[in-house]
């Protein structure tokens, strides 16, 4: 926590500099114009600067800065790697290196939240932490009954550095307008800054994981650790033995990663019918092969609660494009919000743009892959008027399902997945087949 810029005054100071380096740079772009450049190549010229700007202070924040940027994947999608890359780097760092509190520090957080005599709840605790993220860390230890834990200790003052930046990010909003004028801002923020509180709550977190671990238990498929005590800042759960992901992707062979990637997108499917909610952070760092072979699944601190299921618009509006007819795609974007009324969207240019998307449920079977995901993302890195991702909405309601569908095409091409993904979508993706979904469970592949 000791590089988190958490005094009020410091912060403030750091997101004013947003819109006075903006106007710096406008009035830039003026005199460049009447030298004698071009319209559209001063817009591209202010429009990369600014979005350099906010990459560089929303990095240099992290808190609730940072988690505005992650949220905004679609706007980092349509930038140029040079402009975002440096940003990335700042979140991978903070996400996979945050400095460990010391020893001391997790006593103490530990007495607060469970009482002087915590040490009787264990029979050992391990004091170097085993994973340490933006706003807390995870040690092992064993409980007083010899089973083996995790035992989450949320950082002091965290709270406060993350909820503490919206108040200063709406200033943000015109900053947004230039280089997506199709994105409403203020009611994202507000959405974003419930979700982060929810994130904060170990109470709201633990109610989450305990709902995954009792629907999924003994489950072919998958396993989700029980919870065994909570309190505001401390989490206990069981531990979860198994192969990261993230080796998964840099070791196991191809039937191992295809084998991976279809439980995890089965997962990601199937939670919203099983259990009215879907797992909102699929990082590698958050799943494991366990020893039998099924996908342990990590950090329920963002979950999208969907007590009706998946939305049917997804399905409907992806069978649709499939269809060809683009006239309902644009209409039903319209109405769910992804394309605001004062914007015009031209069908062919979304059609290209969401192409992509869709193709993986076109085909019997699909392969996801690095060079595949780069082909897709030169299509909307251009920064240009006419790009139509600088057009489109994210409406607050669908913020982490996109967050979800964003990361978890990631993950897939890292993996290299080829597997039956269509038979997912039909069996899951209310919407998508003639019938409506779930419709019957396909075979369990944790063995296959």
């Known amino acids: 926590m000791s590089d988190l810029p958490r005094r009020a005054v410091t912060r403030s100071a750091k997101l004013a500099t947003l819109p006075l380096s903006f106007a710096g740079r406008t009035a830039l772009g003026i005199g460049k114009r009447i030298g004698g450049k071009s319209a559209e190549i001063v817009a591209q010229e202010i429009q990369q600067r600014t979005a350099d700007q906010i990459f560089k202070v929303l990095g240099e924040l992290k808190g609730g800065a940072m988690k505005l940027g992650q949220a905004l994947s679609i706007f980092e999608a ?34 607060e939240q469970l009482g002087d005599d915590w040490r009787e709840n ?9 994973a340490a993220a933006s706003i807390g860390q995870v040690h092992r230890a064993t409980w007083h009954d010899g089973r083996a834990v995790a035992v989450k200790v949320q950082y002091p003052g965290a709270g406060k550095a993350l909820l503490s930046d919206f108040n200063q990010l709406a200033r943000l909003g015109k900053l947004f307008g230039v280089l ?52 505001e800042q401390v989490l206990v759960t069981e531990w979860l033995d198994g192969t990261p992901l993230s080796r998964v992707i840099t070791e196991s062979d191809k039937a191992e990663r295809d084998r991976a990637g279809l439980l995890l997108v089965r997962f990601l499917f199937c939670s919203p019918a099983r259990v009215g909610m879907l797992h909102a952070d699929p990082h590698p760092g958050n799943f494991r092969i366990t020893p039998d072979g099924r996908l342990g699944v990590l950090d329920f601190g963002a979950v999208n609660r969907l007590p009706d299921g998946y939305p049917p618009m997804f399905g409907t509006l992806t069978r649709i494009f499939n269809q060809g007819d683009m006239d309902s795609v644009v209409e039903g974007l319209r109405n769910e919000g992804f394309i605001r009324d004062h914007i015009t969207i031209d069908p062919d240019a979304l059609r290209g743009f969401l192409a992509p998307y869709v193709e993986p449920t076109r085909v019997e079977e699909f392969t996801f892959s690095r060079e595949w995901l780069q082909r897709q993302a030169a299509t909307v890195a251009d920064l240009r008027p006419t790009n139509v991702v600088r057009h489109l909405n994210l409406p607050p309601s669908y913020m982490l399902i996109h967050r979800v569908h964003a990361a978890g095409i990631g993950v897939l091409c890292q993996l290299g997945t080829t597997a039956r993904f269509r038979d997912e979508v039909i069996t899951w993706v209310p919407g998508f087949a003639d019938e409506p979904g779930p419709g019957p469970q396909p075979e369990p592949v944790a063995t296959g």
């Not at 975002?84 to 103490?108: E, F, I, W």
């Not at 979700?195 to 998958?222: G, I, K, M, S």
């Open 122 to 130: 264990f029979l050992s605790f391990d004091d170097r932490p085993t």
């Open 78 to 111: 349509a930038l140029p790697a040079e402009i975002a890359g440096p940003y990335r780097a700042t979140l991978t760092k903070l996400q996979d290196a945050a400095p460990p509190l010391p020893a001391s520090v997790v006593h103490r957080v530990l007495a």
């Open 180 to 231: 997506l004028p199709g994105l409403d801002i203020k009611p994202l923020l507000g959405e974003l800054r419930d979700r982060v509180a929810e994130e904060l709550d170990y109470f709201n977190e633990a109610e989450a994981q305990h709902a995954f671990a009792t629907e999924f238990a003994d489950d072919p498929d998958f396993h989700v650790p029980d919870v065994i005590a909570v309190n």
